[in-house]
Nanobody
Framework: QLQLVESGGGLVQPGGSLRLSCAASGFTLDYYHIGWFRQAPGKEREGVSYISRYGGSTNYADSVKGRFTISRDNAKNTVYLQMNSLKPEDTAVYYC??????????????????WGQGTQVTVSS
């Protein structure tokens, strides 16, 4: 069974850190670009960060650049999102998803055909 499972969300104070994990099962993560997306209540889903197959390239939304770091451990079949200096506006449900398309289309948010169930991140004092 193909699955992506996110974990690591929670409640954190502004300025704090969290590390999200996206663990894959039923397929080899190496072959896919992975994206982290988030959706806050009443807002559209937005792409947060992307990492290419084998990890050679990464990309970040301007709103998280310099604060978030995406990485992958293909041996563990897992992608991570390290989130530092968290702000209340980072509050959202965070999802990971895989794309088997080109890197340019993956960066555009296209062709993500498997999604995790999401993990809630709440930044509040």
């Amino acid at each position: 069974q193909l699955q992506l499972v996110e974990s690591g969300g929670g409640l954190v104070q502004p300025g704090g850190s969290l590390r999200l994990s996206c663990a894959a099962s039923g397929f080899t993560l190496d072959y896919y670009h992975i994206g982290w997306f988030r959706q806050a209540p009443g807002k559209e889903r937005e792409g947060v960060s992307y990492i290419s197959r084998y990890g050679g390239s990464t990309n970040y939304a301007d709103s998280v650049k310099g604060r978030f770091t995406i990485s992958r451990d293909n041996a563990k079949n897992t992608v991570y999102l390290q989130m530092n200096s968290l702000k209340p506006e980072d509050t959202a449900v965070y999802y990971c998803a895989r794309s088997g398309s080109s890197w340019s289309r993956a960066l555009g948010g296209y062709d993500y055909n498997y999604w995790g169930q999401g993990t809630q991140v709440t930044v509040s004092s």
